[in-house]
């Protein structure tokens, strides 16, 4: 089994940064994908940011490329720092995890990984709101 506990959450004004951490605990995850989605009041959980065992793959979303980084410290921790938030940007932030075959993605791979359904664990999420 794996664990991920999120943290880091809060308010904050627009133009600001979080950090958001997600502590890894259970099994080794040093070979496992990691993602972050987020979900809003009302709507469908969407995809993020997503970073490959090795670190050598990332994707982002379109609406978050250029503000926000996602990184590792392979087996334990995985980050995202979010900078320049939005009001938008408000919502329940999850991070998730899933085996990973390869360190590097190919596009299909990629397009992959933007499902929530690909992730086999999930966190409990942590509030982040932005306010105008």
């Known amino acids: 089994q794996v664990q991920l506990v999120e943290s880091g959450g809060g308010l904050v004004q627009a133009g600001g940064s979080l950090r958001l951490s997600c502590a890894v605990s259970g099994r080794t995850v040093s070979t496992y994908a990691m993602g972050w989605f987020r979900q809003a009041p009302g709507k469908e959980r969407e995809f993020v940011a997503a970073?490959?065992?090795?670190?050598?793959?990332t994707n982002y979303a379109d609406s978050v490329k250029g503000r926000f980084t996602i990184s590792r410290d392979n087996a334990k921790k995985v980050y995202l720092q979010m900078n320049s938030l939005k009001p938008e940007d408000t919502a329940v932030y999850y991070c998730a995890a899933d085996q990973d075959p390869s360190g590097r993605w190919s596009p299909a791979r990629l397009s992959f990984m933007e499902r929530p359904q690909s992730y086999d664990y999930w966190g409990q999420g942590t509030q982040v709101t932005v306010s105008s």
């Open positions: 970073i490959s065992w090795s670190g050598g793959s």
